[in-house]
């Protein structure tokens, strides 16, 4: 064999696998990921990566929180969205845990059985009003009314006589709360009735106000008539009057 033929082998370094671990080094383990760990002990990722899992240690998350015996007993004893809450976890992670510790889930309000007296309440009002009446959300009662066939309110429940004379005698807003109904549902029967507002700071348009609507701009009439310019703007809208198209006008 020639000197150019002959060629020097030596021996490979040593891998993290075949060194024993100190417990400086096991203890790191907890502490980051086992890449940046591999690259401050010179190691290699597979190597460090089989010896957490051998030891039976979790990968570092900085993000996870490890489940303590005393979240464990919080779980069933409250509706999962408030132990989530409680623990600062996600829902899904409570539901993940309680299911996998055979612990049954703790209904919340939204599953609160039905009684007789709401049930005869169905289709007294609108789904929205009941569902506000009684706490409840607006599915739920769309699903019980539909599971008891009862037809829903479309226009809302009738008026009565007492209701019919409340109309205009204070804001919409405010009979809508004493009646139980919605400001729109107030406002649309006082105006199907004829009936003005009772706003202090709603004004009246007169026809000499409505006649100078185009004619100057909506700054302009606003500053004559004592209107907003919001106001005077949607009165035009609402009346098909076109902007006023003189020199100047905005």
């Not at 959300?137 to 479309?154: E, I, M, P």
């Not at 100057?216 to 004592?226: E, K, L, P, W």
């Amino acid at each position: 064999m020639t000197a150019a033929s002959r060629v020097t082998v030596r021996s490979a370094p040593p891998t993290r696998l075949r060194v024993p671990w100190t417990s400086e080094e096991i203890a790191l383990l907890v502490t980051m990921p086992d890449k940046k760990l591999a690259r401050r002990l010179k190691s290699n990722y597979d190597a460090v990566a089989a010896r957490r899992l051998n030891l039976g240690i979790p990968s570092f998350n900085p993000k996870r929180k490890l489940w303590r015996p005393e979240d464990d007993r919080v779980l069933g004893t409250r509706p999962d969205g408030q132990v989530a809450l409680l623990l600062r976890r996600t829902v899904l992670s409570i539901i993940n845990r309680r299911r996998k510790l055979g612990i049954r889930a703790r209904p919340g309000k939204y599953f609160q059985p039905w009684t007789q007296t709401e049930d005869r309440l169905l289709g007294s009002r609108t789904d929205a009003e009941l569902a506000r009446a009684l706490r409840r959300s607006l599915q739920s009662v769309r699903k019980r009314r539909a599971k008891l066939g009862v037809h829903a309110v479309v226009f809302g429940r009738a008026w009565t006589p007492r209701e019919l004379n409340l109309l205009g005698t204070m804001s919409d807003q405010e009979l809508g709360r004493l009646l139980g109904r919605s400001c729109a549902a107030v406002r649309t029967r006082r105006e199907k009735l004829g009936l003005p507002p009772r706003n202090p700071s709603w004004k009246p348009w007169t026809e000499t106000e409505m006649a100078l609507l185009g004619k100057f701009s909506d700054a302009q009439v606003a500053a004559y008539s004592g209107h907003s310019v919001g106001s005077v703007k949607l009165k035009r809208l609402r009346l098909g009057i076109p902007c006023c198209k003189l020199k100047g006008c905005p």
